[in-house]
């Protein structure tokens, strides 16, 4: 059995102050009326209506402000999730909404209900992410989610044949050193050539006057 209300506080799932819902008897009389998230629907009630609008207007603009302020801030945040990995850095088990939603609290007493936390899938990987908030109907706001291992994680060594390639490295150098210094020392050697052909000329013309001077004797003893 159905039964007409006016809500008197915001029931989510349900609607807000001022909504006029239909709703099962028993949980109107059960929870809604004991707990003064609602009142029946009578000619004297509908006169709470417009109380309860301006009420809902105030409330509303009070949560805009509170999730705007609340966006600015946490966009300066970066939440630090601990997780269990191996030391190949794969993780066992995800981040879920309600595990960010504990370190927020817990690191920068933020209390944030998990529902406004929007992830497309659970986080199974070491790294850092942009996480989507829904705080509001017209607000929104990203915050930065760091997954860390809580054991060191091992970074792989370089293959030994890069290791070797670079040791050639300095020896391919070296030989194109010793090319340049046997190159420039040529110039050198030809230098040296050309200095002792002079002095192999002026040995020789003593020889040559030598000879000269034998028809001279041979004339004189005639």
């Known amino acids: ?35 003064r ?5 009578t000619q004297a009630n ?33 939440c630090v999730v601990k997780v269990k990995a191996g030391e190949d850095g794969k993780m066992f088990g ?33 790294g850092d992410y942009d996480v989507e908030l829904n705080l509001h109907a017209e607000v929104k706001g990203t915050l930065k989610v760091r997954v860390e291992s809580t054991t060191p994680v091992t970074v792989a060594e370089p293959a030994p044949e890069a290791k070797v390639e670079e040791g050639k490295r300095p020896r391919t150098e070296k030989r194109g050193h010793g ?11 030809v230098e040296a050539s050309a200095e002792k052909k002079p002095r192999a000329a002026k040995a020789e013309k003593p020889h040559r006057a030598a000879k000269a001077s034998k028809p001279e004797r041979k004339e004189k003893a005639e």
Do not use: C, W
Not at 1 to 29: N, P
Not at 56 to 76: C, D, I, P, Y
Not at 179 to 189: C, F, G, I, L, M
């Open 46 to 78: 509908k006169k709470q209506i417009e109380v309860l609008r301006r009420r809902r207007a105030e409330r509303e603009a009070h949560e805009f402000n509170t999730m705007s302020e609340l966006a600015k801030g946490v966009s300066k945040l970066i």
């Open 179 to 189: 090319r340049h210094e046997a190159e420039t020392a040529k110039p050198e050697k």
């Open 1 to 35: 059995m159905k039964t007409e209300v006016i809500l008197t506080g915001h029931i989510v799932g349900l609607g807000a102050e001022s909504d006029q819902v239909k709703v099962a008897a028993g949980y109107a009389r059960n929870f809604l009326f004991p707990q």
């Open 37 to 41: 998230l609602a009142i029946p629907l």
């Open 94 to 126: 995800a981040v879920t909404a309600g595990m960010i939603a504990d370190e927020l609290k817990h690191q920068f007493d933020i209390a944030l209900d998990k529902r406004k936390i929007h992830l497309e899938h659970p986080i199974r990987a070491l």
